[in-house]
C-alpha cells in the first residue's frame, strides 16, 4: 500500500514562472491536506480539498494560488507567477479519520 | 493567542536521560492531539496521538494529556541521539484541520 505521493521532490523555478505540485493520498483517502513550510518555521495549513471539491482554503494566499483535487488524478496546487518568498517545502498529507499522513514533500526554489 | 504553542528550543537533553516536551492550546473544544516527529529535510511522522485525560504510553513515549489545562506533553524516555528531531504538537480545530505548533528542536548528546 503506497503511501502518500508527492511529485516533483525538488522543482527550481525562475521568478514569474508557474509552480504545479501534485500529490496523490494513500489508497482509500479521500481527504487531502496541503501545507507549507518554510525554513526554520513550523508548518501552516493552506488548504483542504475532498475529490472534487474545496472544503477550507482559509489558509490560501488570496493570489497566485490555487488547489484542485478532481474526481481523477492527483490533487495539484498550483502556484502562478512565482516569487521568491514563495521558496519553500509544500507538504500533501492524507486522511481517513484521525491523524494525518505526510508525503515527502515538494520543496520549490525559486530563483 | 496562538492556536498550538510550543517553546522552540533547542532542548539539550543527555542521552539516556527523559526529554520533555510541552505544548498549550486555544481551542477548549479539541479532543484529539498529535505528536508528529521531523527530522532535517524530511517529512513529519506521527508518532503518537491521546484523546483522554492522563497518559499513553507506547515504548519509550508517554503522552500526558490535561485538558482541563489545555496542555499536552511528550516524554521520552531513554533518549537515544536518533532522538535528536523537531518534534511538533498538533491539534485539530473547529473546522476539522490539524493546526501545528512551530515545534520544539531536541537534541540528545552523547
Known amino acids: 500500500n503506497a503511501g502518500v505521493m508527492q511529485n516533483p521532490r525538488h522543482l527550481v523555478r525562475r521568478r514569474g514562472q508557474e509552480a504545479r505540485l501534485r500529490c496523490s493520498p494513500m489508497?482509500?483517502?479521500?481527504?487531502v491536506y496541503w501545507y507549507r513550510q518554510l525554513p526554520e518555521e513550523g508548518l501552516k495549513f493552506m488548504v483542504y480539498?475532498?475529490?472534487?471539491?474545496?472544503?477550507?482554503e482559509s489558509g490560501m494566499p488570496k493570489e497566485r494560488f490555487s488547489a484542485e483535487f478532481p474526481k481523477e488524478g492527483p490533487s495539484i496546487l498550483r502556484i502562478q507567477q512565482v516569487v521568491r518568498g514563495d521558496s519553500a517545502a509544500y507538504f500533501c498529507?492524507?486522511?481517513?479519520?484521525?491523524?494525518?499522513?505526510f508525503g515527502s514533500g515538494t520543496r520549490l526554489t525559486v530563483v | 493567542q496562538k492556536e498550538v504553542e510550543q517553546n522552540s528550543g533547542p532542548l539539550s537533553v543527555p542521552e539516556g536521560a527523559i526529554a520533555s516536551l510541552n505544548c498549550t492550546y486555544s481551542?477548549?473544544?479539541?479532543?484529539?492531539f498529535f505528536w508528529y516527529r521531523q527530522y532535517s529535510g524530511k517529512s513529519p511522522e506521527l508518532i503518537m496521538f491521546?484523546?483522554?485525560?492522563g497518559d499513553k504510553e507506547d515504548g519509550r513515549f508517554t503522552a500526558q494529556l490535561n485538558k482541563a489545562s489545555q496542555y499536552v506533553s511528550l516524554l521520552i524516555r531513554d533518549s537515544q541521539p536518533s532522538d535528536s528531531a523537531t518534534y511538533l504538537c498538533?491539534?485539530?480545530?473547529?473546522?476539522?484541520?490539524?493546526?501545528f505548533g512551530s515545534g520544539t528542536r531536541l537534541s540528545i548528546r552523547p
Open positions: 498538533a491539534v485539530p480545530n473547529s473546522a476539522s484541520k490539524i493546526i
Open positions: 489508497k482509500g483517502h479521500s481527504h
Open positions: 480539498l475532498q475529490k472534487e471539491n474545496i472544503i477550507d
Open positions: 481551542d477548549r473544544g479539541s479532543q484529539s
Open positions: 491521546i484523546y483522554s485525560n
Open positions: 498529507a492524507s486522511s481517513q479519520g484521525e491523524g494525518y499522513t
